[in-house]
T-cell receptor, first 111, second 118 residues
Framework: QKEVEQDPGPLSVPEGAIVSLNCTYSNSAFQYFMWYRQYSRKGPELLMY????GNKEDGRFTAQVDKSSKYISLFIRDSQPSDSATYLC???????????FGKGTLLTVNP | DVKVTQSSRYLVKRTGEKVFLECVQDMDHENMFWYRQDPGLGLRLIYF???????EKGDIPEGYSVSREKKERFSLILESASTNQTSMYLC?????????????????FGSGTRLTVV
């Protein structure tokens, strides 16, 4: 079993839709959970992060962590064409500075 | 506001050439990483370094070497380029102690180098 599993998609939605992106993981030592957004032909950039369990909201984006299920989610409300990108989940065990990445989900938001 | 700079955006090299990919960061980060990214395979760690002159192999080090002579610079070397090394190469850096504001061990990535070996 891979440490982090992420559905690669592709996912195509109409503008204004609610998008749900998910990752599952197997390492119970993971404490920091991040989402990176990568536009075409660019490097990934940090979008959101959470520590341990719970929700975090930032504008149209909500990151959710359920450590009991080893499941993390990123929700995008009122999706826009500018949200079209690859979204990568990443996680670490805190003192271990190496991140473990999912393979990324390609999202297209159609106008 | 550029923080991690990769020397080339696009590079075309011939099979057998020695290729140098350069990465410079201006955030005084201790850790630096080299990844390659391929469709369907995601990010794969080639090498990383947590200090000057220190290096550790990642998941796919074969055919690559690295050099870190200064804290801000981490170079990836393809000793003899092959067509299966055609890929997007991404450099990243992070603080050993976590981000000053968030405590997070997140990475800052460069824009990537698209290398084609013909």
């Amino acid at each position: 079993q891979k440490e982090v599993e992420q559905d690669p998609g592709p996912l195509s939605v109409p503008e204004g839709a609610i998008v749900s992106l998910n990752c599952t993981y197997s390492n119970s030592a993971f404490q920091y959970f991040m989402w990176y957004r990568q536009y075409s032909r660019k490097g990934p950039e940090l979008l959101m992060y959470t520590y341990s369990s719970g929700n975090k909201e930032d504008g149209r984006f909500t990151a959710q962590v359920d450590k009991s299920s080893k499941y993390i989610s990123l929700f995008i409300r009122d999706s826009q064409p500018s949200d079209s990108a690859t979204y990568l989940c990443a996680m670490s065990g805190g003192s271990n500075y190496k991140l473990t990445f999912g393979k990324g989900t390609l999202l297209t938001v159609n106008p | 506001d550029v923080k991690v700079t990769q020397s080339s955006r696009y590079l075309v090299k011939r099979t057998g050439e020695k290729v140098f990919l350069e990465c410079v960061q201006d955030m005084d980060h201790e850790n630096m990483f080299w990844y390659r990214q391929d469709p369907g395979l995601g990010l794969r760690l080639i090498y990383f370094s947590y200090d000057v002159k220190m290096k550790e192999k990642g998941d796919i080090p074969e055919g690559y070497s690295v050099s870190r002579e200064k804290k801000e610079r981490f170079s990836l070397i393809l000793e003899s380029a092959s067509t299966n090394q055609t890929s997007m190469y991404l450099c990243a850096s992070s603080s050993l102690y976590g981000d000053r504001d968030t405590g997070l061990y997140g990475y800052t990535f460069g824009s990537g180098t698209r290398l084609t070996v013909v």
